[in-house]
């Protein structure tokens, strides 16, 4: 171990390193078709370790969920710096539509929303996770659309929930006609963002 890299340092690495194996295991063969074996050997780790982290497969998914949320953030913040609304919007909306949906990030979306739909623990940490999300979107209405501040609270969680859902459907459109014409949709999308902002 290097001077600046301490234990806990090492272990988070580790865990890191088993979570990015387990969503390679899950977009390849779903949550209950990758085994611990095979997310072991693609982690490079004995299974052992999976155990020492992960007490099993809902804990791996619940830090699947906890990660991709942050990249989310990651995006949304970056975006919000330049003080724009618009941007921080399509940011989130890059998580769905055009180059960057990615047909293993799409199998993971799909995964964990039929999880969560059997397994009432695997829902109740997506909700959460979703809750997180729009109060952020809520944080950053408030903060960089200064017509916003006249909305009432039901009015703007209104406008959020659209365009949750409709950022959500593209990701269903990906599956059904991948050969829609990408370049239509989003100018389509564009439109529509620009009409939640609008008050």
Known sequence: MSAGETEPKKGELRRMK???????CFEESGFHGASMSQI????????????????GKEALIAAIVEVKLEETFQRMNA???????????????????????????????????????RNPKIAELMRRADQRLINRQREMFRELEPSVASLADDDLDA???????????????????????????????VKMLRSLIEV
């Open 79 to 117: 975006a919000a710096r330049k003080a724009s609304l618009f941007d921080a919007l399509m940011a989130r909306a890059g998580d769905c539509t055009g180059e960057d949906t990615k047909r293993g990030e799409r199998a993971l979306f799909f995964e964990t929303v039929a999880e969560g739909e």
């Open 159 to 189: 406008r959020l929930e659209v365009f949750n859902a409709l950022l959500n459907g593209l990701t269903v459109r990906e599956l059904y006609n991948p050969e829609h014409d990408t370049a239509k949709m989003e100018a389509i999308v």
């Open 40 to 55: 072991s050997e693609a982690a490079g780790m004995s299974v052992g370790h999976i155990y020492h982290y992960f007490p």
């Open 18 to 24: 088993l979570v990015q194996a387990a969503i390679r």
